[in-house]
């Protein structure tokens, strides 16, 4: 059974502002963005289960309240697990995370400095992390590249992780697309520190870096630490599945290294919610 590590929810109104406009223009068309509970839930239930994620970023337009999440998955207990969001840049961000944990019954947070603007390594932010790592929940963050103007892409190189996986040990930090476009960078990071992880959410749309990361990964021995996600609904989990399956097309008839079905299936297979220690 394959489980979705990474899947969004955008109610109405929730996915606006600067990132949408940025949305219209890169992928064309003039179509808001919606996933109802509801609509989420034709698309996750024939799977194991799946993360749902809030989305905290007043900096770039998205609002995806801790609440609407927790309302959802609260209604699909043990199949789906609701990742809170919290702005660093609240003042009382340590403290927003603690209710929405103990509160909502939400099982981890989520992250992304580019759409946050928050430079990740900031000490100012460390409170956070250590709430994280006491209340034992995992942090998925988008840290790689973006298409909206206004985030901050110097914050989010995944190198900026290091200093925040050496100074808590027990929290568990999964980088979300493999760090793109810098996935050597996300690579030597996640493999280096004990307690953190890559999914390959999204890199589906784009085939000669999928394969190039999965070659790579494989080249320095981290193909465990990779977890399978959608990154939906910006693609669906069955289009990941495709993709993933479909990894060797481009080496097809040439010397090019192939990724072997066990890895694939590996990653496929990979028992997401006990590695993060959701259950
Ligand atoms: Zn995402």
């Given amino acids: 059974m394959i489980f979705d590590c990474h899947t969004h929810l955008f109610g109405p109104g929730q996915f606006g502002g ?60 043990g199949k789906l697990f609701g990742f ?7 003042e009382n961000a340590p403290q927003l995370l603690e209710t929405a944990v103990k509160e909502l019954g939400l099982v981890g947070l989520k992250l992304g400095p580019i759409y946050q603007n928050f430079y990740p390594d900031a000490k100012e932010h460390f409170p956070l992390y250590a709430k994280a790592e006491e209340l034992g929940v995992p942090i998925l963050i988008h840290q790689g590249t973006s298409f909206v ?27 979300a697309h493999m760090g793109h476009p810098w996935v050597d960078e996300c690579i030597a990071v996640v493999r280096k520190n004990p307690n953190m992880y890559m999914d390959v959410s999204a890199l589906g749309s784009r085939p000669w870096q999928f394969y190039n990361a999965l070659v790579s990964a494989m080249e320095y021995g981290v ?48 028992n997401t919610p006990e590695l993060l220690g959701l259950v």
Avoid: C
């Fill in 223 to 270: 193909t465990h630490k990779i977890l399978f996600g959608s990154d939906y609904p910006f693609f669906t989990t069955e289009r990941m599945i495709e993709a993933l399956r479909n990894i060797n097309a481009l080496a097809e008839r040439t010397a090019l290294p192939r990724i072997s079905e066990e890895i694939i299936e590996g990653i496929l297979h990979r």
């Fill in 84 to 90: 809170a969001s919290v702005d660093p840049n609240r």
């Fill in 149 to 175: 103007p206004e985030g901050y892409l110097d914050a989010s190189r995944p190198a900026a992780l290091d200093p925040v996986a050496r100074a808590f040990p027990n929290l568990k930090i999964l980088i």
């Fill in 18 to 77: 600067a990132t949408l406009a940025a949305a219209k223009r890169a992928w064309g068309g003039d179509q808001e963005l919606l996933v109802t509970p509801e609509i989420h839930w034709e698309l996750v239930k024939d799977f194991a289960g799946a993360i749902v994620l809030a989305f905290d970023a007043p900096a770039t337009g998205i609002n995806v309240p801790n609440e609407y999440v927790a309302e959802y998955v609260a209604k699909h207990p």
